[in-house]
């Protein structure tokens, strides 16, 4: 890769360098656009959301759009695996299990799954008890789950080798002799070029600033969109958090039984409280061999912005999850108490719980949008089973002004209501080129 010149021009700027922005830089040189990463960390920081070992692929949804786009997605991720000799998958059974009529959360509910697996004719495995869940998966306590739990069993389920699915989008590009990356640059302004299509990006080191160009722009900015949308008169709605979430590791002992990827909707009423996750065994990484991940998919720690973020995980949730898991988990596969490497991870929440993908609006719920952009925001945490159909997608809506994927991301519009507010009278702020008509 060369040395960024100033005011250097290019075919596609992205803004950050996380799985989104590596795949969305696949796509892009593949179709031989000169492409720009910048990140304000670095490429491969353990800032954001993409850090970490393992990400869920689950075929299973509460919806049939976003069942049909994960069906797509894991045909290109297999696609890649085999194209390229990577191991980025490890197929595993799947179980979704918990109250046969829980509230829906950010992820559903049992019963939504099922039905949309039934509308679509997905194969799955139910178990109407906690005596088959328990049965099924000796891992699990049948005395720890409540009369009234039942599972999903997904075979056509993975864990997503992190660090590998970035590497892999990474080296692709550069490949191609067309991928720059300006590493640990902040986006300080985005702004409509005055003589042409297009976009200059100013971008800050050190206190020196570089100006560069580029003809289509793909935001993909985590927790940080705001510092991003206002280039484009927008910020999100006060409704938007961001979540930290607690995590940690936990050894297994001998001889234990099988461990599936798992889930559990243990809440009772409508929130995430209650609800928990763990993955099996995996050799992706040298350091949590024999090792298990285990996580409450709630938290106690939000925050209206970057600089709010506080570091560590947070003790009270840690207990909780210590304290559940030592009743859920059968005591010959781990000690709950002796975990390891415990860690957080920020996710990028919406007001809805859904994230955003598609073109920039000009303002909150138009149809008219900026030329020739994309996003995807508040996806932290959520998104990476999309990464390799996101990263196509985003290529084709900046490039293009249109996806074949359309239909199916009606779900995660960006001009459905109480996603942004309009910040054009605060500094800084203002329009870009605009074209006159819905999104496709």
């Not at 985590?222 to 927008?234: E, I, R």
Request: glycine share 8%; net charge negative; with cysteine.
């Amino acid at each position: 890769m060369q040395p960024i010149k100033p005011e250097e021009n290019y075919d596609v700027l992205i803004i950050g360098g996380g799985i989104l922005g590596l795949a969305s830089a696949y796509y892009a040189t593949a179709r031989g656009l000169k492409t720009l990463i910048v990140d304000q960390y670095g490429i491969g920081n353990d800032t954001n959301s993409s850090k970490g070992v393992e990400r869920m692929f689950r075929l299973m949804q509460d919806n049939e759009s976003e069942a049909r786009l994960a069906e797509t997605s894991l045909a290109i991720w297999m696609e890649l695996q085999h194209s390229t000799g990577a191991k980025l998958l490890a197929t595993e059974d799947l179980i979704f299990f918990g109250h046969r009529d829980a509230p829906m959360t950010t992820e559903g509910n049992v019963q939504q799954i099922r039905q949309t697996m039934d509308s679509m004719g997905m194969p799955y495995e139910y178990l109407d008890s906690p005596a088959a869940i328990h049965k099924r998966f000796p891992v699990f306590s049948q005395a720890a789950m409540p009369e009234d739990y039942v599972g999903l069993v997904q075979a056509a389920s993975a864990s997503i080798n992190v660090q590998e699915a970035a590497k892999t989008f990474f080296f692709a590009a550069r490949q191609t002799g067309l991928l720059h990356v300006l590493d640990k640059h902040a986006v300080i302004e985005v702004a409509p070029l005055a003589t042409q299509t297009g976009y200059t990006l100013l971008a800050e080191a050190d206190g020196v600033s570089l100006n560069v160009h580029g003809k289509h722009l793909i935001a993909c900015p985590g927790v940080w969109a705001d510092s991003v949308l206002k280039g484009f008169g927008l910020k999100q709605a006060l409704g938007w958090k961001i979540w930290q979430m607690s995590y940690a590791y936990w050894p297994l002992k001998e001889n234990h039984p099988k461990i599936p990827i798992w889930f559990e909707f243990g809440n009772i009423d409508a929130s995430d409280q209650g609800t928990f996750y763990g993955f099996p065994p995996l050799d992706f990484s040298s350091d949590r061999h024999n090792m298990v991940k285990m996580s409450a998919d709630y938290t106690y720690d939000t925050f209206d912005a970057p600089s709010e973020i506080r570091p560590g995980v947070n003790s009270r949730l840690m207990e909780e999850l210590v304290a559940h898991l030592d009743q859920l988990i059968v005591s010959n596969a781990v000690d709950a108490t002796k975990y390891q490497h415990a860690g957080t991870c920020i996710y990028s929440m919406s007001p809805d719980g859904k994230l955003v993908i598609g073109r920039i609006p000009t303002a909150p719920g138009t149809q008219s949008f900026h030329s020739g952009t994309s996003m995807c925001i508040m996806e932290s945490g959520r998104a990476f089973k999309y990464a390799p159909l996101f990263g196509r997608i985003l290529v084709e809506l900046a490039v293009d002004g249109q996806t074949r994927y359309q239909y199916d991301l009606d779900v995660f519009s960006p001009i459905r209501d109480g996603l942004f507010e309009s910040c054009r009278t605060l500094s800084g702020c203002g329009p870009g080129p605009v074209e006159q008509h819905a999104e496709l």
